[in-house]
């Protein structure tokens, strides 16, 4: 009998523990505000540290995502970003289409699928940034 309760409790612990942190990875994804972008346009900010901005843009299947950005060089400080089709910073990652170029500075696919696609900037230490982002 005592063992029947001991494994009963180490379950209910288990399926605690389980979704508490299913609840921390869906907090942090839905907390992070995303800046919705229209289809050509320019976003300014200033990023360092561990934060990262979050942008998001609708584009229909066969037309052309291009993003490039730029920014203040203040001794060796990088801007850098990435583009995805998770609204998760943290989970998603480079999509498996397009083509880099200038360096890292500028991305362009040919979406395959019409959705929203993330583009998420970070800096290294800090930076302030420009973010161009087009759809032909």
């Known amino acids: 009998m005592r063992i029947k309760r001991k494994r009963a409790s180490l379950i209910l612990i288990v399926l605690a523990t389980l ?10 994804e839905k907390t992070t505000p995303k800046l919705r972008l229209r289809n050509s346009t320019t976003a300014k900010g200033f990023i360092g540290g561990e934060a990262h901005e979050s ?7 066969g037309r052309t995502l291009t993003a490039r950005i730029s920014w203040k060089l203040v001794d060796d400080n990088r801007a ?4 995805s089709d998770s609204p ?7 999509l498996p289409f397009g083509k880099w170029s200038d360096n890292g500075r500028r ?13 998420y900037v970070v800096a290294h230490p800090t930076a302030h940034y420009q973010l161009r982002v087009s759809v032909n």
């Open 55 to 61: 942008y998001v843009i609708r584009v229909r299947k």
């Open 88 to 94: 998760s910073f943290y989970n998603g990652g480079q």
């Open 107 to 119: 991305w362009s696919g040919k979406v395959p699928t019409t959705g929203d696609y993330y583009i």
């Open 19 to 28: 979704l508490s942190a299913a609840n921390m990875t869906w907090a942090q």
């Open 80 to 83: 850098e970003f990435t583009v």
